[in-house]
């Protein structure tokens, strides 16, 4: 294992190699880190998969300081646990990624931000940050070094909308948590108007892998259009459900859900990617490999990586309220298309599971689904139809079957 | 840069968005959100468009979107459309009784409003003035956005989240208690008819008519909408100097003018009972007393006092009804109590006693500014509002010199809590500061100034060390003051907290020492600036309602004087006539017999009441004329009831020189008459040939004498106001004075250095408190206007005596307990309000004539300006048994 390791205490991680990629990082140029980074094909592991490297690119090359970097650990989609288990069982490789990527793009403050269910982690994370001042690992000059950076535990609200990195600022900054309009990207105006670097505590915690084997090395772990591993949440009914980790593309949608126990029941399927914003899958879709080029190829996404396996018992319609309701709470309230549009996908789909759905209700739920894909300000109005979408397509005899 | 719109290839400017590239081109694109261009919130997706740039085709809001050279852009496609069509059936959903612009964009696209659940009422709907709908409130943000974004009140916020979300004041509060400032910014920008004026309804015909406002100095315009002969609603014309803006007062205080309390016919006093008669009695009654005692006792034995919130043409009349019809130079007005010493101050130094600069350049310009003694949001809200848009808009820097914790101190880079009556102190030590520092503008002291050197030894002795000792200002925040100052492009704003002490004069001419050290005077964004208290004081100044000069402040008995009485064809006294609070001495020692008195209200603003109202009983005869029975009304023997001034024609000048003119928004009351009319009727019975027909023909000859009013004509300002001095019908108006010379016999202004004297009263063991004056946001003066109507006296019903929370304590009074505030010539009884004020330091506005402020305040005088020290008394405070 490379990243779900067990080294909840100091002394398991330092023995382990803990730090070590840290040291070794501040004696590397700025510049070198990212270019490993970006040579291991590191994509993030929060949802968008966009390229860390670049990213990190992005912010180093900003005249404008101070720059900010943040651990986004607002794990919020329905079926998403990864980034849990990952900060209690392996919680210092996470802060030695962010302080290596710190350093790199050359940030002297970070800000570790985490849901509000998970206040417990906050405790233990924040006790951590104060074991590393006091070790020297955080703080003025970091191992003699020259450089400094300090992490601020921070303790979200309790909305989801607070996991998309701009509205995660809004938070930081002590104001609603709006997503903001883009341009200009947070890379160049972020956290209080500065150039910020916001990555998943998952991609952070690849940062030291990529330093210790180098970013070559790395790269051949996978295949073509993945590389690395990546930690996967696996749920719903399946024997042996938790967090599994496997090196991307190594293994198929179908040997994941065995490997994990097999289904409970009879299976029917899963539901793939970012829990409510995922894409509801059938049986075609075992033999995809968990990889992003694959994903691609078939239309669909591994997002944070969440594997809702589905038995016979399961109801699409019911799901898809369930998702529905979801949303409807977590609309931040913003922008129009998603504000009425998510009550108006509820109130519909709550009207075709009490079996009184007309097609007329269909074409509304399109026309909707379209003008939130169009309109929506953030990616949590443009996706929350993509489970009924892609559900349309692959169970549209079931679906269509209720609608008079 | 190059865009292509809907397939026609548009230039234009970098920077914008496509929504404003589209609408100036004719394209009309939905948007309900949309208030700000340069600041959207791109909340309502209907202004979504199709873009091509390169490779990538996408879809994006015109509002949010800046042009990039190349871009394709479609604004109507078919799946833009449905989206926009989906956007507003979704609302239609939700909501039923949407009206106004958003009413016509649901219309446009055949959409019918179905929603019929019932949303609960948030409190900000308790208020007197704002009605909220939350039927029709779709979130749209634009009030929150008008709110704090133009206003920067920041009273409307969000609350709650997803269709959940509403509009709410502070933590759902209501209005009032959020600190709203009623200023109706929130009821413009709602495209839905959530938000509205009470008092507003649909009628078929509605005029809309532009006047100025009747409060303060800073001269609104107000569109007023009348139907019939009621206002029923009105706001800040985007025309005038207020450029949309409005305050509490402008937009709401009009209700007065419907007062069931209006003066409708004259009142003789027969027998102690004020009786109705007609016009010709009280007239013909009025001019055989006023001769009788003048042939009985002399001319000066009568005293006259006008009216800042009368026109130009009335202030202008009635001083000449004085000085020649009369034939005394006993004719002053209020502004005695508020800038007497600015206009001595400013003289002296500039050689003119007017704001130096302009509302605009200092709105635009002005790197810093330093308000001192004034409580600008409340007294001049139009004006605060500016400030902190500046501040917050674009980073000007904000210097605020107050004992009390004013809202501009919120906003401030600095808050100098100084001691009432120490301002020549700290401005002396100001000066220090620049001097030692060697940030003086050594060019401009050498080139345009006189008197340096004197200034120099003067203030050598106010180190920030010994000034702190005095003021109690801590000596760093002095130095850094002082810096702040010297090293922007600063304008000094000041009001009656300056000018109401013995030492105005010296606390005027000190801040000008300062702005002509600095050479922050005759440029833009700079100046001294002081704000007019009344819509026309500057104007009953100009007029010459001062018993020592004339019109066009032509001194007696010079040349200028005798080219006056030519005109007017009669003589004019050249003994200097009395001041307002030297004519009240007078009248109590009996050698004042007869006054009369149009639109002000002695009894209660000036000071030492109990004094004044034993002068005015004193007299043999007392003429008012009012809109109110006033609590001077109330003693006189003629009461005339005038017309207010939305009720006829003239003239105000504001407090920046500009000459503004009235258009009449309704007839007048029953049978009150315009002063300039009642005016004539009483001269003409007293032998005057005068025969003006309209205040236009007054104006006319206000022309011919006053020389800094020569080239304005009703024409040029019947839609904007120019500023004086304008010596030709060519000439453009003057924005800044003093850019080039100053008007001094040598061109040079001239350093008059003052040393700090400490105000007439201090505390001292028996009396240990500082009691300063002032007024609320609410109110105004002595509410004989405000306290007529029912949401103003609702909101501030009651004076109170704003106390730190500390001496309170001491006292063991809580916050709305009752206390006794007595000084050495009077006492009331207040609530308390426990409010951020220098410790030591209590503060009582003066509206209230039941708990009048000026029972307790000082009548000691600066000995330049005869203006009285109403802001600082010595009192003591005790809990009322």
């Not at chain 1, 209080?192 to 790395?218: D, F």
């Not at chain 2, 873009?51 to 871009?71: F, L, P, Q, W």
């Not at chain 2, 006492?827 to 003066?846: C, D, H, S, T």
Request: glycine share 10%; with cysteine; net charge neutral.
């Amino acid at each position: 294992m490379i990243l779900l390791n067990d080294a909840r205490n100091i002394e398991d991680y330092l023995e382990n190699g803990g730090f070590k990629a840290l040291r070794r990082a501040l004696e590397f140029e700025q510049d070198e880190i990212i270019s490993e980074v970006e040579s291991a094909g590191l994509v993030g592991r929060g949802g968008a998969a966009f390229p860390t490297g670049l990213k990190m690119k992005f912010v180093k090359n900003e005249k404008n300081t101070p720059k900010y970097i943040i651990a986004n650990a607002d794990e919020g989609e329905p079926g998403t646990f990864k980034d849990r288990g990952l900060m209690e069982k392996n919680p210092y490789q996470i802060l030695e990624g962010m302080i290596i990527s710190a350093y790199a793009v050359g940030a002297k403050k970070g800000f570790f931000y985490i849901r509000y269910e998970y206040r417990e982690i906050a405790e233990k994370i924040k006790n951590k940050v104060k074991e590393l001042h006091r070790l020297g690992i955080l703080g003025n000059n970091i191992y003699g070094s020259k450089f400094s950076f300090d992490i601020e535990v921070v303790l979200g609200a309790g909305a989801y909308i607070c996991g998309e990195a701009t509205a995660l600022m809004e938070s930081i900054e002590g104001k609603r948590g709006y997503p903001r309009i883009k341009p200009p990207h947070s890379t160049q105006r972020g956290l209080w108007g500065k150039p910020t670097l916001t990555n998943n505590v998952e991609t952070l915690a690849n940062i030291p892998v990529i330093i210790n084997m180098g970013g070559e090395k790395y790269h051949k772990l996978g295949k073509e259009g993945c590389s690395g591993p990546q930690l996967f949440s696996i749920s719903g009914f399946v024997k042996r459900p938790g967090i599994y980790e496997y090196i991307l593309g190594e293994k198929t949608i179908g040997e994941a859900i065995e490997l994990a126990g097999g289904v409970d029941g009879n299976f029917k399927g899963v539901m793939l990617g970012g829990g409510a914003s995922g894409y509801i899958l059938n049986r075609d879709y075992l033999d995809m490999p968990l990889c992003f080029s694959d994903a691609k190829k078939r239309g669909v996404a591994l997002g944070t990586g969440d594997i809702i396996v589905l038995n016979e018992s399961v109801r699409i319609w019911d799901m898809l309220l369930n998702i529905a309701k979801f949303f409807e709470h977590e609309s931040c309230g913003q922008c129009f298309p998603c504000r009425y549009g998510t009550r108006r996908m509820r109130e519909i789909i709550e009207k075709i599971v009490n079996g009184k759905g007309t097609s007329e209700d269909i074409k509304k739920l399109n026309a909707t689904a379209r003008a939130m894909k169009i309109a929506s300000l953030c990616p949590l109005g443009k996706s929350a139809m993509t489970a009924y979408e892609s559900a349309m397509k692959n169970f549209h005899d079931e679906l269509m079957e209720v609608i008079k | 840069m190059n865009i292509i719109i809907n397939g026609e290839k548009i230039e234009a400017k970098q920077g914008k968005s496509i929504l404003q590239v589209a609408r100036e081109k004719g394209i009309d694109i939905p948007a309900l959100c949309n208030l700000i261009d340069e600041k959207p919130i791109g909340s309502c997706g209907l202004c979504v468009v199709k873009i091509r740039k390169g490779s990538k085709t996408y879809y994006s809001r015109a509002c949010t979107t800046k042009i990039d050279e190349g871009m394709e852009i479609e604004t109507h496609s078919p799946e833009i459309e449905d989206t926009r069509k989906t956007i507003l059936e979704m609302i239609a959903e939700e909501h039923k009784e949407i009206k106004g612009e958003a009413k016509e964009l649901f219309l446009k696209y055949g959409i019918k409003l179905k929603g019929d659940n019932k949303k609960a009422m948030p409190k900000l709907a308790e208020n007197p003035f704002i009605s909220f709908n939350p039927e029709a409130c779709i979130s749209c943000f634009r009030c929150v956005q008008a709110c704090s974004l133009i206003k920067e009140n920041h009273v409307l916020v969000r609350e709650n989240r997803g269709m959940n979300t509403q509009i709410v004041a502070g933590i759902n509060e209501a209005l009032k208690d959020a600190g709203c400032a009623f200023c109706g910014a929130c009821v413009d920008a709602c495209p839905t008819g959530a938000l509205m004026d009470l008092t507003a309804r649909v009628e078929k015909e509605t005029k809309k008519i532009t006047s100025i406002c009747p409060y303060c100095g800073v001269g609104c315009a107000i569109d007023y909408y009348v139907s019939g002969e009621e206002i029923i609603y009105a706001k800040g014309s985007p025309n005038g100097v207020n450029k949309g803006d409005d305050c509490i007062k402008g937009r709401y205080g009009w209700q007065f003018v419907h007062s069931e309390e209006r003066l409708k016919k004259p009142l003789i006093k027969k027998n102690g009972k004020f009786e109705e008669v007609t016009w010709d009695e009280a007239l013909n009654y009025v001019a055989s007393r006023l001769k009788e005692i003048k042939e009985k006792y002399g001319a000066d034995s009568i005293a006259g006092l006008s009216s800042a919130k009368c026109t130009n043409e009335e202030n202008y009349l009635f001083q000449k009804f004085m000085r020649i019809v009369v034939g005394t130079n006993n004719v002053d007005h209020c502004a005695r109590l508020c800038h007497a010493s600015t206009v001595v101050g400013l003289f002296k130094v500039f050689g003119s006693g007017a704001m130096t600069n302009s509302l605009e350049d200092l709105d635009k310009d002005a790197e810093l500014y330093f308000v001192i003694g004034s409580n600008t949001t409340h007294a001049h809200p139009v004006i605060g509002t500016m400030i902190k848009r500046s501040v917050k808009g674009r980073g000007a820097k904000l210097i605020v010199a107050d004992p009390r914790d004013i809202e501009l101190a919120e906003y401030s880079d600095l808050h100098l809590r100084h001691r009432p009556g120490t301002d020549v102190s700290l401005i002396n030590g100001m000066m220090n500061v620049i001097i030692s520092h060697g940030l003086e503008d050594r060019e401009f002291i050498e080139n345009r100034t006189e008197g340096y050197e004197k200034l120099r030894d003067v203030v050598k002795k106010y180190t920030p060390e010994y000034v702190e000792k005095i003021t109690s200002v801590p000596k760093e925040d002095i130095i850094k003051a002082a810096v702040l100052y010297a090293t922007h492009k600063s304008a000094i704003i000041y009001a009656m907290g300056i000018t109401q002490h013995t030492s105005g004069t010296a606390n005027v001419a000190s801040l000008a020492n300062l702005a002509l050290l600095t050479g922050n005077v005759g440029k833009r964004g700079t100046g001294v600036n002081p704000l007019r208290g009344q819509n026309n004081v500057q104007g009953a100044g100009d007029m010459g309602a001062l018993p020592n000069v004339l019109p066009g402040y032509a001194k007696l008995g010079t040349r200028r004087a005798r080219e006056i009485e030519k005109t007017w064809g009669g003589k004019i006294p050249e003994k200097e006539g009395l001041t307002v609070v030297e004519i009240m001495h007078a009248a109590s020692k009996g050698m004042i017999k007869g006054m009369y008195i149009m639109g002000e209200n002695p009894a209660v603003s000036d000071p030492d009441q109990k004094h004044v109202i034993q002068a005015l009983k004193n007299l043999e005869f007392l003429v008012v004329q009012d809109l109110f029975m006033s609590e001077t009304a109330q003693l006189a023997d003629v009461i005339l009831p005038a017309a207010s001034s939305l009720e006829k024609e003239g003239t105000f000048t504001n407090t920046e020189r500009r000459v503004q003119l009235l258009h009449r928004v309704l007839e007048p009351v029953g049978d009150a008459k315009p002063d300039w009319w009642i005016i004539q009727e009483i001269a003409k019975r007293m032998g005057a040939d005068w025969n003006y027909k309209s205040p236009k023909d007054i104006f006319e000859e206000i022309r011919k004498v006053v020389p800094q009013y020569r080239g304005i004509t009703y024409e040029r300002i019947d839609k904007f106001g120019l500023q004086w001095p304008c010596p030709d019908e060519n000439h453009e108006s003057t924005k800044i004075l003093h850019d080039d010379i100053f008007p001094t016999p040598n061109g040079l202004a001239k350093f008059s250095p003052y040393e700090y004297e400490p105000p007439a009263e201090e505390p001292d063991e028996e009396y240990p408190f500082v009691l300063t004056t002032g007024r609320t946001y609410e109110h105004f003066h002595t509410g004989t206007l405000t306290r007529k109507i029912e949401g103003f006296n609702e909101l501030i019903p009651e004076a109170f005596v704003e106390i730190h929370t500390e001496d309170a304590e001491k006292l063991g009074v809580k916050d709305g307990d009752c206390i006794e505030v007595e000084s050495r010539r009077g006492k009331i009884r207040v609530k308390a309000k426990i409010a951020g004020i220098k410790k030591g330091v209590v503060f009582i506005p003066f509206h209230f004539a039941e708990s009048a402020a000026n029972i307790l305040t000082n009548d000691a005088l600066d000995p330049e300006a005869k203006i009285p020290e109403l802001k600082v008394a010595a009192v003591r405070l005790k809990k009322c048994q």
